[in-house]
């Protein structure tokens, strides 16, 4: 079955510091991935949608010179948290849509974010 | 605005009971359904999905969930219940074709042994 690895799965940073997070479709193609923040116990968020080789589109309220995306190829898009703050901390999960499928959506297994 | 609701923040449940958890949409036009499962600290897993069909869903692990249009409905359900089962629930809706699943605010299912 469709497979996204989500990298890293853990990650402490200090305040000020940037942190990228990658998403990889590891055995079809995805035009499109989409980043959700996730609180403690509390629903997924959607940040932005990525589209590869085009500029991702962001929710409203979600600052895009903090959230960096990057959909650099149809098996990768990265998102980087800039200049992190610890209200920053939080669980990111990817999902990428398989393009043979408008409705295959596979999740990243999440990265956790501690910005000391 | 398109959107799920999960009117329930926990559902308990005795091992071998029936389960249901709860969804209920509000989309223009045809609603794409999903439920997904997340266990503590992972990403989600796919439960199953209604796009177009019969009403009746059968998905992964037993789970099965039936989409009522009259009702605005899309219930979860399982007739036997497992321990292993109790995670946190999620019922999504995509209101068109490649756009980003939204979440309902999720359920948790706590089964007792």
């Known amino acids: 079955g469709a497979v996204v690895s989500q990298h890293p799965s853990r990650v402490i940073c200090k305040s000020g510091t940037s942190v990228k997070i990658e998403c990889r479709s590891l055995?079809?193609?995805?035009?499109?991935m989409f980043w959700y923040r996730q609180f403690p116990k509390q629903s997924l968020m959607l940040m932005a949608t990525s589209n590869e080789g085009s500029k991702a589109t962001y929710e409203q309220g979600v600052e895009k010179d903090k959230f960096l995306i990057n959909h650099a190829s149809l098996t990768l898009s990265t998102l980087t948290v800039t200049s992190a703050h610890p209200e920053d901390s939080s669980f990111y999960i990817c999902s990428a849509r398989e393009d043979s499928s408008n409705y295959g959506y596979t999740f990243g297994s999440g990265t956790r974010l501690t910005v000391v | 605005a398109q959107s799920v609701a999960q009117p329930e923040d926990q559902v308990n449940v005795a091992e071998g009971n029936p389960l249901t958890v709860k969804c209920t949409y509000s989309v223009s036009g045809n609603p794409y359904l999903f439920w997904y499962v997340q266990y503590p600290n992972r990403g989600l897993q796919f439960l199953l999905k209604?796009?177009?069909?019969?009403?009746l869903v059968k998905g992964s692990y037993g789970f099965e969930a039936e989409f009522n249009k009259s009702q605005t409905s899309f219930h979860l359900k399982k007739p036997s219940a497992l321990v292993s089962d109790s995670a946190l629930y999620f019922c999504?809706?995509?209101?068109?074709?490649?756009?980003?699943?939204?979440f309902g605010k999720g359920t948790t299912l706590s089964v007792s042994s």
């Open positions: 999504a809706v995509v209101w068109q074709a490649g756009t980003a699943l939204i």
């Open positions: 055995d079809f193609q995805a035009t499109t």
């Open positions: 209604y796009i177009t069909g019969d009403n």
